[in-house]
């Protein structure tokens, strides 16, 4: 076992996009567990949209990372000794560790990995924060249902690619937006989504050409409408909505470097004419129901029905280049940094 | 009986703002009913931010008046001559007759009033649409609880004056926001909200003094923010939204002139932060359960519960003036035309 714990610093908070400046790494002793602890190794680290929120100093649902503090992070990681009788040393493990190679826990809201259901990163992907947050937005945000027509911005993202699944699953028509030809053929032809396009395709006004390619993937028009970016992509979709659809807001990624609150449309009037709505979520407000999620999402898995694919970026030491290149849609399917080898 | 019926017509779609020349008073001799007919005499004609919508040939939930088509509004009428068993000469019935004197129907979709209940032209308001819409809006759309904060836009209107009201009825908090120092009083000294402030005393930056006056009216937040008016007004609502708020998205007045959508800051982002919703309807949705709602409100107005104001123009001559009165705020409570004495 290493000596030292490496650690990802915010240094200070990013104006605009982050910069490698934002980030400071830090080497410190790895710590030993007290009588009611156990020392963990990190072995994957997630990289999500949310986290650019954290960063900031902006109100929100959840506290800032101070300055100086380590970044947070949603994790896999290896028990490497255990004072808890419930996790063994071995034991592989899933919670909110951070970014760094060594953490101390007391074992509250950490999870037991089952390395035989699926590779254990799937923990922070199809059986974990964004398997839940899809399961939830789509079925229970979104009210999705079968032979609706269910339009999913940021189809090859984490969530995205995972939401229109599910309502292939379900029996719902799925039409993705993404960033890029490839995207577009990996979550038709490798996802299963009925159509999609690529939102990078646009000439000269986004808006115009985001809603013509709706209007033409979604003829019968647009019943649920799962938002993981916000912005122009939004307002089109806005346009198509059918009477009484649900518009699940998971994400506005497009908006979370802005500076300034971006202007747009007003969008409240499209919702009193087709009386539609429109619901944001956190995924844990589900927490009351993750089994039952992670265990439709598993048994799915098992069968086949959901695919998925990492973009894996090796080492810790990358981890802010890896950050940065989701925000900027460099990955396909789940963003992770591999920390160690499990 | 008069041998003419005055009749206003759609002239011209209107470009912004209605003008006068977009009506026009037309004469046509009053019309005989057939054998599954009766002839109904105007006494109150109800004009209605929606009405603004029917005048334009944009996309909408309902067809547009044609033009040279007979304006479309909410009436109270007596029945002057009836080949119906159910309605008989002298009774005082309720719909949507338009703006005219006389009117053939076939007493599909027309309600009887009982004239002992309350005014007759109550049926254009605490006992028909308005009241229905504030009704549902407030408990169902916004799920309104004992002990929350209500938000209430356009409150010294006919369907904001009446959802203040229905929040202190179950128990909550209700603050308003009106145009002008006399409606603030008359929606707190009056209608008994709780507190209310005037939206024209802010002096530079409409959005700032907003925000800044529900911070103080609303300390414990907004829970449901029953929205009539969209546009500055409602972006500062959002800022004061609860976790887990509710809009209830009545109607956008302040947009309903304007030629091009008018832009404003995205407001999807803080539904995803505070778990929030935001949710259009138009009454007729809950169209089967009228009856549950026209009985609630007839025994809360019985009670002395629910108080209300009117403002009526006399002559159905000058019905389009008070239609453009009406749009600019013009009224306290609800707005009406009285064309004929009961």
Redesign the interface.
């Known amino acids: 076992m290493a000596s030292v714990n490496r650690q990802w610093l915010l240094a200070s908070r990013p104006v605009g996009f982050p910069q490698a400046s934002d980030f400071r790494l830090a080497e410190t002793p790895v710590p030993k567990p007290g009588p009611d602890q156990m020392l963990v190794r990190t072995l994957w680290l997630s990289v999500d949209p949310y986290m650019r ?1 954290r960063m900031s100093d902006r109100k ?2 959840a506290a800032p990372v101070p300055i100086n503090g380590v970044l947070e992070g949603g994790t896999v990681a290896r028990v490497e000794a255990s004072n808890l009788p419930k996790f063994k040393a071995g034991a592989i493990v899933e919670s909110r560790f951070g970014w760094q190679d060594y953490a101390l826990s007391d074992g509250k809201g950490v999870r037991i990995v089952d390395p035989s259901l699926a590779p254990v990163q799937t923990a922070l992907f199809v059986l974990g924060m964004p398997g839940l947050t899809a399961y939830f937005g789509l079925l229970d945000i979104g009210q999705a249902k079968p032979g609706e027509t269910v339009l999913v911005s940021g189809a090859a993202g984490a969530v995205g690619s995972l939401a229109g699944q599910i309502a292939k699953i379900i029996g719902a028509r799925a039409v993705g937006i993404a960033g890029g030809a490839d995207k577009v053929r990996h979550v038709v032809k490798d996802l299963g989504f009925d159509a999609a396009f690529d939102y990078k395709a646009a000439r000269d006004s986004g808006a115009a050409y985001y809603s013509a390619e709706i209007g033409r993937l979604c003829p019968q028009g647009v019943d649920v409408y799962f ?1 993981n970016v ?2 122009e992509i ?1 307002d089109a979709a806005f346009i198509h909505l059918n ?1 009484r659809a649900r ?1 699940a ?4 990624i497009s ?1 979370y470097n802005a500076e300034q ?22 995924v844990f ?1 589900f927490a009351s129901r993750y089994a039952e999620g992670l265990n439709r999402m598993a048994e799915w898995l098992k069968a086949g029905k959901l695919k998925y694919r990492e973009t894996i970026t090796e080492g810790l030491e990358h981890a802010p280049g890896a950050f940065m290149s989701m925000l900027r849609g460099g990955n396909v399917g789940k963003a992770l940094v591999k920390v160690a080898d499990g």
């Open positions: 929120g929100s649902y938002d916000g912005g939004t009477d518009v807001v998971c994400g506005q908006q609150p971006e202007l747009g449309p007003r969008l409240l009037g499209q919702l009193v004419v087709k009386r539609a709505r429109a619901e944001g979520f956190l407000q």
